[in-house]
């Protein structure tokens, strides 16, 4: 069985700095895509940003030049620098990834997700 936990999320100050991370475990053959997704207090989920494992990332535009993506897939981990937060950023930060379990198929996996609030 594959799990996704994360760690990381806290309560910042505007133009504060937090890193999130997320570790992949279980019964994994390969990784594929890596990212990071929130949910804004009454909205949807949205993509923040996501990294293949070759390496493409695609930021949404709200937090480019902010928040840092990488990856270290010997411990199949991906991480979320956020740098200059704003209020907006406010929101619960669930780790994302599309991974082949071994004897399985590529499938979607998500994380329990993390609080991260930014107060102004």
């Known amino acids: 069985q594959v799990q996704l936990v994360e760690s990381g999320g806290d309560s910042v100050q505007a133009g504060g700095s937090l890193r999130l991370s997320c570790a992949a475990s279980g019964s994994i053959f390969s990784i594929n895509t890596m990212g990071w997704y929130r949910q804004p207090p009454g909205k949807q989920r949205e993509l923040v940003v996501e990294?293949?494992?070759?390496?493409?990332?695609n930021y949404a535009d709200s937090v480019k030049g902010r928040f840092t993506i990488s990856r270290d897939n010997a411990k199949n981990t991906v991480y979320l620098q956020m740098n200059s937060l704003k209020p907006e950023d406010t929101a619960v930060y669930y780790c994302?990834?599309?991974?082949?379990?071994?004897?399985?198929?590529?499938?979607?996996?998500w994380g329990q997700g993390t609080q991260v609030t930014v107060s102004s």
């Open positions: 994302h990834a599309l991974i082949v379990p071994r004897a399985s198929i590529l499938a979607h996996y």
């Open positions: 990294s293949t494992s070759g390496g493409v990332t």
